[in-house]
């Protein structure tokens, strides 16, 4: 048995609560060695995973890394969200009560961490001495040192954050077990994986996974479950899977933030670190506060103010370029300390490829491993560059510090936060959203994040063009019930004296043979700039049943070649199509108990102006 006081001591965790927290889990999950990490532990940490070869150099301070191939991403029908509380059910939280599942968890974590590490990662989710702070510190515990490797790049990771805690009992207790990846059953009726937030005991117990947002606890289960918990509980904050941005009018000094919300692997990444376009970049520059998570709460001012409080970027790699996002590359150079998993990997040269990373394969298949681990060249010819046997995983990802994205805001680490003066949602729709339209009344504004939602991508998952909806683009992530959560977003808004605006987005109209109507990536800021122009009053658009259409000659199109009739189409309301969707959006919410009146309220005037239209 490893001596924990001994441990802790030396490494100058001297918080008495986060010692016993340490003793109770490490007699359950029973690991041979005890270690205290910080940041500074990374250089000596990366050398250990090489030498075991959990890594491979990837370049000049570049790191590779496989999973599990069972093990590529969230497990959402794993992940369970848990109380004491049987009104804590929601439609989406997958809710147990935490004595039924509790158990079970711990049961599977017995003696799993035998013959290997158990890592302490004291960690903050906020830069130090934000007003959210007391919600923002966290210990977890885990056996895998990648896990700690990725931690250290996407949370402020060490001792010296627990340093000044303000209540030394209140941090989240995150415990991550491997477990034996090969015999986990994953996808059986046998499936031994659970990824539970006992959200009213503010401790995480993961199970049964290495990769992301499984096994880095701050991010995804502490910064979104927890935290989306912990905003209603202190009736203090929100926490949203949003991107973070700030449009810097350089003619008038002038900063915009927008934050937004969009469901999972939808360009929230390269939204949120665009590059403005051509010409526009006399005027306009966009700066990089965060492209996952946002927590936002009022000020003593009245204004809203967010942050965004993870410390890096956990990107989806697939389709990272040149154009799609410049500044994505940049933060994976050489000397980034950049971590890649499952793209393709070269064994000879050490470079790494992801479907999308350049328009053709590498010229020679020589040396190439597919994310699997296979060599190219063993492949039949056929199957050597065809788009049916990818080299990378669709979920690759990289992993690099917040610093190392060339427009990071210097203000990312201000403890005060920005204020917020856009909330935008986006999904992904064929037809019927326009590019853009604005919505003035917060409630309204509620109501279109309730019913965001991506279009089912392949035919099999559903109607053409019916949403698989994501209220918030939080679906998998919420902790609370949907009507409570509701009402909550309400609450905190009636607080706001200086509301911001709301707008929903669309990129990805298509024309009848299913190209794309609007270039994209970073010309999308010219539908933020017509958001700033109508909240600053500058511009009056088109009022429609759903919103604040922009005019045509609103937009500023400096620069970009759009065919008018297509511009048309970008900005159409199609009342027929739209009224089919308030059907839809009616069974949707139909669903939630206890949805506020006022969210029925937006949505019968909508249906109602619809009507007329
Ligand atoms: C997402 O899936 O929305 C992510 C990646 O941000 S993960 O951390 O794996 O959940
Ligand atoms: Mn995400």
């Not at 490494?11 to 016993?20: D, M, Q, R, S, T």
């Not at 890592?119 to 007391?134: K, Q």
């Not at 970049?281 to 000020?299: K, Q």
């Not at 949505?603 to 007329?612: I, K, S």
Request: net charge negative; proline share 5%.
């Amino acid at each position: 048995m490893v001596d924990v006081d001994k441990v802790l001591d030396e490494a100058g965790l001297k918080n008495p609560h986060v010692l016993e927290f340490v003793k109770h889990w490490a007699g359950i999950t029973q690991p041979d060695r005890i270690e205290v990490v910080s940041a500074s532990d990374d250089a000596r940490l990366l050398q250990e995973s090489l030498d075991a070869g959990e890594l491979e150099p990837a370049g000049e301070g570049l790191y590779y890394s496989q999973s599990y191939h069972k093990d590529t991403a969230r497990s959402e029908e794993r992940t369970i969200v848990a109380t004491s509380d049987p009104a804590d059910k929601g439609v989406y939280n997958n809710w147990r009560h935490a004595d039924e599942i509790k158990p079970v968890v711990i049961n599977n974590m017995t003696g799993a961490s035998q013959g290997k590490t158990m890592y302490v990662i004291p960690y903050l989710m906020a830069a130090p001495g934000s007003p959210l702070e007391a919600y923002a510190a966290g210990v977890e515990l885990t056996d895998n040192r990648n896990v700690v490797l990725q931690m250290i790049r996407m949370a402020r990771v060490g001792v010296d954050v627990f340093e000044n805690l303000k209540d030394p009992e209140s941090f989240v207790r995150a415990v991550h077990v491997t477990g034996d990846l090969e015999n986990l059953g994953q996808g059986t009726p046998d499936d031994k994986r659970y990824f539970v937030t006992v959200a009213d005991e503010r401790t995480i117990l993961h199970f049964g996974s290495s990769y992301g947002g499984n096994a880095l606890l701050g991010k995804i289960a502490h910064g979104l479950r927890q935290a989306n918990w912990d905003g209603w509980a202190s009736r203090k904050f929100l926490a949203e899977q949003y991107m973070l941005i700030a449009i810097q009018d350089k003619e008038t000094g002038k900063k915009y933030h927008i934050a937004g919300g969009f469901p999972s692997a939808s360009g929230k990444t390269n939204l949120a670190m665009m590059v403005a376009p051509g010409a526009l970049g006399d005027r306009y520059y966009v700066e990089f506060f965060g492209d996952d998570i946002a927590w936002l709460w009022v000020g003593d001012d009245g204004k809203l103010y967010g942050m965004n409080p993870e410390y890096g970027v956990f990107g989806v790699a697939i389709d990272t370029n040149a154009i799609t996002n410049p500044n994505a590359l940049a933060a994976v150079e050489e000397g980034t300390g950049a971590i890649f998993t499952n793209t393709a990997y070269n064994v000879n040269t050490h470079e790494t490829w992801w479907e999308g990373k350049s328009p053709d394969y590498p010229t020679d298949v020589e040396g190439w491993r597919d994310w699997k681990g296979h060599l190219i060249s063993e492949r039949p010819a056929e199957e050597q560059r065809s788009k049916d046997h990818v080299w990378a995983h669709p979920n690759c990802r990289f992993t690099s510090t917040m610093s190392n994205v060339p427009n990071e805001s210097p203000d990312y680490n201000d403890p005060a936060g920005v204020p917020i003066d856009g909330i935008i949602y986006g999904g992904r729709t064929r037809d019927r959203e326009p590019l853009i339209r604005a919505i003035e009344d917060p409630a309204e504004g509620v109501y279109d994040g309730l019913t965001l939602g991506a279009e089912a991508t392949a035919a099999a998952e559903g109607v053409a063009g019916q949403l698989r909806y994501d209220p918030m683009s939080m679906r998998p992530f919420l902790a609370l019930p949907e009507g409570r959560y509701a009402q909550h977003w309400l609450d905190i808004l009636d607080q706001v004296t200086d509301k911001p605006l709301f707008a929903h987005v669309n990129w990805f109209q298509r024309d009848a043979d299913g190209g794309y109507l609007w270039p994209g990536y970073s010309e999308n800021l010219r539908a933020l700039l017509w958001m700033m122009d109508y909240r600053e009053g500058r511009v009056t658009g088109t009022k429609t049943p759903v919103g604040v259409v922009p005019t045509k000659e609103e937009l500023n199109l400096e620069g970009l070649e759009i065919d008018d009739a297509v511009l048309d189409q970008l900005l159409a309301i199609d009342v027929a199509r739209w009224k089919q969707e308030i059907d839809l959006r009616e069974a949707h919410l139909k669903a939630f108990d206890g949805l506020p009146e006022r969210i029925w309220e937006a949505h019968r005037r909508v249906a109602q102006d619809l009507d007329q239209a």
